[in-house]
């Protein structure tokens, strides 16, 4: 699909307090104020006042994980890993991911999250059920050679990208090594020059578990982020999902090469990971930050308004200092303000025409501050609209064709021995 043509005005949506409208062209916003209004004869949504607002960014996830969803709960990362998702993952079809992709997309659709950055199988099916869905994602597909196999996977990843690079402009590329003990060094730095020589995101899990620091140190005689930054790895357009177990000085290794952490607070707590992101201090250090919902399998949901709540409150606890993380700034993070490489979308004429509409006269936001009721109060539920390049992918709270998505979804599950 490519980016929408025809015009679409929204009108009497509510911004910043104001009655506005917006009109979108070409997939742009072409204007937002309170003159604009609709031609005659074009796409017209009336919002009876509903609340406008930029869409979300969900800066880490599998999306396919979907068909996960409640398979292997409450164990510990690597048993998790080694004796859920693994055997399973090794008899995946690309038709398994188009479908468990086709699936998250929807439900992210209908939790206002338009733009994701995704590490899973097959990322060229990934890539198709995106632009079927008519999403936004960076999308790479997981390297590791821990046991052996580093060329064929560079031939894969090589692949990966050149199948990538057809798509529209939905679809950005990374290349997402899985994390620093699944990929060997030589991997890693092969990964950090062949990113940048195709323009493409580095995206890795790292410093998920305090296990992980301590191998590192002792394989390779430094801290995770040392060690990355030796490699070559860490620049402006690192991705580094987690980072629990961040010391101060890698904060500010990370801010000095300008690479971006995504925060995933609810994996990380069902995980059990043993702290959270050091957000406080990432804060000071000046650290671009995203927050993210990991995978299906770990989370479960992939409502990213809910966990924004998990966010400020394990923020705001492990701190205890109530006022970290306040309810604007998560907001701020929750939709790629905090993070440019993320690709947020503001809400800007020339900007893409990616935007919400809440549901109007919600109870969850009728008083008060309007970002501690989104925080605070609301969940993805909220969410009545949702557009992304002038295309309106969810209008009234339905997604078209969400029963048949879900039906091939749990027909893929179950074919691999899931649900
Ligand atoms: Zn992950």
Same mark, same amino acid.
């Given at each position: 699909?490519?980016?929408?043509?025809?015009?679409?005005?929204?009108?009497?949506?509510?911004?910043?307090?104001?009655?506005?409208?917006?009109?979108?062209?070409?997939?742009?916003?072409?204007?937002?104020?309170?003159?604009?209004?609709?031609?005659?004869?074009?796409?017209?949504?009336?919002?009876?006042?509903?609340?406008?607002?930029?869409?979300?960014?969900?800066?880490? *996830?599998?999306?396919?994980? *979907?068909?996960?969803?409640?398979?292997?709960?409450?164990?510990? /990362?690597?048993?998790?890993?080694?004796?859920?998702?693994?055997?399973?993952?090794?008899?995946?079809?690309?038709?398994?991911?188009?479908?468990?992709?086709?699936?998250?997309?929807?439900?992210?659709?209908?939790?206002?999250?338009?733009?994701?950055?995704?590490?899973?199988?097959?990322?060229?099916?990934?890539?198709?059920?995106?632009?079927?869905?008519?999403?936004?994602?960076?999308?790479?597909?997981?390297?590791?050679?821990?046991?052996?196999?580093?060329?064929?996977?560079?031939?894969?990843? %090589?692949?990966?990208?050149?199948?990538?690079?057809?798509?529209?402009?939905? +679809?950005?590329?990374?290349?997402?090594?899985?994390?620093?003990?699944?990929?060997?060094?030589?991997?890693?730095?092969?990964?950090?020059?062949?990113?940048?020589?195709?323009?493409?995101?580095?995206?890795?899990?790292?410093?998920?578990?305090?296990?992980? +620091?301590?191998?590192?140190?002792?394989?390779?005689?430094?801290?995770?982020?040392?060690?990355?930054?030796?490699?070559?790895?860490?620049?402006?357009?690192?991705?580094?999902?987690?980072?629990?177990?961040?010391?101060?000085?890698?904060?500010?290794?990370?801010?000095?090469?300008?690479? *971006?952490?995504?925060?995933?607070?609810?994996?990380?707590?069902? %995980?059990?990971?043993?702290?959270?992101?050091?957000?406080?201090?990432?804060?000071?250090?000046?650290?671009?930050?995203?927050?993210?919902?990991?995978?299906?399998?770990?989370?479960?949901?992939?409502?990213? /308004?809910?966990?924004?709540?998990?966010?400020? /409150?394990?923020?705001?606890?492990?701190?205890?200092?109530?006022?970290?993380?306040?309810?604007?700034?998560?907001?701020?993070?929750?939709?790629?303000?905090?993070?440019?490489?993320?690709?947020?979308?503001?809400?800007?004429?020339?900007?893409?025409?990616?935007?919400?509409?809440?549901?109007?006269?919600?109870?969850?936001?009728?008083?008060?501050?309007?970002?501690?009721?989104?925080?605070?109060?609301?969940?993805?539920?909220?969410?009545?609209? *949702?557009?992304?390049?002038?295309?309106? %992918?969810?209008?009234?709270?339905? @997604?078209?064709?969400?029963?048949? @998505?879900?039906?091939?979804?749990?027909?893929?599950?179950?074919?691999?021995?899931?649900?």
């Amino acid at each position: 699909m490519s980016e929408g043509t025809a015009a679409l005005t929204i009108v009497d949506a509510t911004l910043d307090g104001e009655r506005i409208g917006l009109r979108c062209e070409d997939g742009l916003i072409a204007a937002l104020g309170p003159e604009v209004t609709p031609s005659p004869g074009e796409e017209t949504i009336d919002a009876a006042g509903a609340p406008l607002l930029p869409p979300l960014l969900n800066g880490h *996830t599998h999306a396919a994980m *979907t068909l996960f969803r409640g398979h292997g709960d409450d164990l510990p /990362l690597m048993r998790w890993l080694r004796e859920k998702v693994w055997p399973i993952e090794a008899k995946l079809e690309p038709e398994d991911v188009y479908w468990g992709v086709r699936l998250a997309c929807i439900e992210m659709i209908r939790t206002g999250t338009t733009r994701f950055w995704d590490m899973y199988w097959h990322p060229a099916e990934t890539a198709r059920a995106v632009e079927d869905a008519g999403l936004r994602a960076t999308i790479g597909g997981p390297l590791f050679d821990a046991a052996g196999g580093t060329a064929e996977m560079q031939e894969t990843a %090589l692949r990966n990208l050149a199948e990538l690079e057809k798509c529209g402009p939905l +679809v950005e590329r990374a290349l997402a090594p899985h994390s620093i003990y699944m990929a060997s060094e030589e991997l890693l730095r092969w990964t950090a020059v062949t990113a940048a020589e195709h323009g493409a995101a580095f995206h890795i899990h790292l410093s998920e578990t305090e296990q992980e +620091v301590i191998d590192c140190v002792e394989a390779h005689g430094e801290r995770p982020v040392a060690y990355l930054d030796r490699l070559g790895a860490l620049g402006p357009r690192t991705v580094l999902a987690h980072g629990v177990h961040l010391n101060e000085e890698e904060l500010e290794l990370i801010a000095e090469r300008g690479s *971006t952490v995504v925060t995933n607070p609810v994996a990380n707590m069902k %995980l059990a990971v043993g702290g959270a992101f050091p957000y406080p201090a990432a804060r000071r250090a000046g650290v671009a930050v995203g927050i993210g919902t990991d995978g299906a399998g770990s989370n479960n949901s992939l409502d990213l /308004l809910s966990d924004l709540k998990t966010f400020a /409150l394990l923020q705001k606890h492990t701190a205890n200092d109530p006022t970290v993380a306040d309810a604007a700034e998560a907001w701020r993070i929750a939709t790629g303000e905090r993070a440019p490489l993320l690709g947020a979308t503001p809400l800007q004429p020339g900007a893409p025409a990616d935007f919400l509409l809440l549901r109007p006269r919600s109870p969850e936001l009728s008083l008060g501050d309007l970002h501690a009721g989104l925080v605070y109060a609301a969940s993805g539920s909220i969410v009545d609209t *949702t557009v992304v390049a002038g295309r309106v %992918l969810m209008r009234g709270g339905e @997604v078209p064709g969400s029963e048949e @998505v879900l039906a091939r979804a749990v027909e893929r599950a179950r074919g691999l021995g899931l649900g």
